[in-house]
């Protein structure tokens, strides 16, 4: 992901949240069994007790202090006496770490969060994912469990961005289909006006790309690189093309994280500029995912921060981060934190929703695919 909009104002610094936040619906209050969900199993108050006993959490995640703020908020309404500390890595060096310090026997993180399907994988192949059935488990759909003990944090869409006031409203893209259009019946005149991210920089990246061409189909895929990607400028990070968009450098970004997008059209004299979309010819939705890990600590604090995370109320507070809740019973103001998975299944069609998955042909394309789409955008090597 991008770090512009999502670093934390210390890359080691620790978060510990006991601000004041809105109240949590009555369902939420710990005070007494009785106030806790339905659903929650009979013995919950005592993981509650416990965890009075423990030193908080420790989290090693891809997630940035300004997406985690609101949900350690609330989380601290509720648990006042959790402190949660969380370290901001990049996707791969969440594990990366793990594994140097369980090498050394000296690992105290809790629980890890972040969106590499493939270094995912490996982890629970290793034995890492610590056994664990959240009490939220009945209420969430299937395909947010990719393996044993794994959960889905949130799904963060990737948009089609535009500078609306340059661009005449006829030519505003909806579609990926829609830019080869512009691009093909405008000879010239969207050269180096148009960005996007690395196709093949990461992992991560590598796994969408891989999910993206299955699901459209090679040859439709790798017509729309040959189109686009001659004339397309190539970034790590979506941050610096939604400001070249916004200053008018370039006119159109597509395959761009969401949750950088945002936070963004929140502020009304950028929303006046930017233009975007979810493409209705395949939205890519990049999982974000979260376990409980095999070193954990504090077993009965983490078990409260991933079933409040997942639960109906922590969704909602990480949309107020910029994070997309998934769950079917959230719903939110329409805005621009306002988007949900199930709103965007409605606008395009859940068809064309292009889930990440953990499946393994997907994790990481074929070299030969690979090759292609470098080739097409003219990346060496």
Not at 118 to 138: C, H, I, M, R, Y
Not at 167 to 175: C, D, I, S, V
Not at 216 to 235: M, N
């Amino acid at each position: 992901m991008g770090r512009r909009l999502m670093k934390t104002l210390s890359r080691r610094s620790a978060i510990s949240l006991a601000l004041a936040a809105p109240l949590l619906t009555a369902k939420w209050r710990p005070a007494a069994a009785a106030a806790l969900p339905e659903y929650y199993p009979a013995d919950y108050s005592g993981v509650i007790d416990a965890s009075k006993a423990e030193n908080g959490v420790l989290v090693y995640s891809n997630v940035g202090e300004m997406n985690w703020r609101p949900v350690l908020q609330q989380f601290n309404t509720v648990y006042p006496w959790i402190k949660v500390q969380t370290l901001d890595l990049s996707s791969n060096e969440v594990f990366e770490r793990y594994y140097a310090e369980q090498a050394t026997g000296k690992s105290t993180v809790d629980a890890v969060v972040s969106h590499s399907a493939a270094t995912w994988l490996d982890f629970v192949d290793k034995g890492n994912a610590e056994p664990f059935q959240s009490a939220e488990d009945s209420r969430l759909p299937d395909w947010s469990r990719p393996a044993p003990n794994i959960y889905t944090v949130s799904a963060d869409p990737y948009v089609i961005a535009y500078n609306k006031l340059l661009l005449p409203e006829a030519q505003w893209p909806k579609t990926v289909g829609d830019i080869v259009k512009l691009v093909k019946d405008n000879p010239g005149q969207f050269d180096r006006k148009i960005a996007t991210g690395q196709p093949m920089a990461s992992a991560a990246s590598q796994n969408m790309m891989a999910h993206y061409v299955n699901a459209v189909g090679e040859e439709r895929a790798l017509a729309e690189f040959a189109a686009l990607g001659p004339i397309s400028d190539l970034y790590r990070s979506a941050g610096p093309i939604m400001e070249k968009i916004t200053t008018g450098e370039y006119l159109i970004g597509y395959r761009l994280s969401g949750i950088q997008l945002f936070p963004l059209i929140a502020d009304p004299t950028r929303a006046s500029v930017l233009g975007w979309a979810f493409p209705a010819d395949g939205t890519l939705m990049l999982m974000r995912h979260i376990a409980m890990a095999k070193t954990v600590k504090n077993r009965n604090s983490t078990r409260l921060l991933i079933d409040f995370i997942l639960s109906r109320d922590g969704q909602v507070a990480l949309a107020s981060g910029g994070l997309m809740p998934y769950r079917s019973d959230v719903n939110l103001p329409d805005g621009p934190n306002g988007y949900t998975y199930q709103k965007i299944a409605q606008q395009i069609g859940e068809k064309n929703i292009i889930r990440t998955t953990f499946e393994p042909r997907l994790l990481r394309p074929p070299q030969e695919l690979v090759d292609k789409v470098n080739a097409a955008y003219k990346v060496q090597g």
